[in-house]
């Protein structure tokens, strides 16, 4: 019933920005920590950042300063705001949310990505 939607992906010049946005949908108790994570053709998925029900954020070093993660927990969506982009940003960037449906289980759910592609 969970269902984890992105949006907001596209082609995009360097130096241009994007936002993401994440809607969580179906039946569920709480959400906690959200998260957005990324993939390269080639590489493996890497963390890009994460942020709590309380809005403690974490992000990787190489977009600190250029990216901003944030939620809106009534619309149960997360956002990540993408500034001064890369080439190197290119990639499949995929929601994650630790949730519960059953207010007993929390469990790790991931949207089905979204392309970023930063070219000129």
């Known amino acids: 019933q969970v269902q984890l939607v992105e949006a907001g992906g596209g082609l995009v010049q360097p130096g241009g920005s994007l936002r993401l946005s994440c809607a969580a949908s179906?039946?569920?108790?709480?959400?906690?920590?959200m998260g957005w994570y990324r993939q390269a053709p080639g590489k493996q998925r890497e963390l890009v950042a994460t942020?709590?029900?309380?809005?403690?954020?974490n992000y990787a070093d190489s977009v600190k300063g250029r990216f901003s993660i944030s939620r809106d927990n009534a619309k149960r969506t997360v956002y990540l705001q993408m500034n001064s982009l890369k080439p190197e940003d290119t990639a499949v960037y995929y929601c994650n949310a630790d949730l519960s449906t059953d207010w007993r289980r929390v469990v790790a759910y991931w949207g089905q990505g979204t392309q970023v592609t930063v070219s000129s």
């Open positions: 179906g039946s569920i108790s709480i959400i906690n920590t």
């Open positions: 942020i709590t029900t309380g809005g403690r954020t």
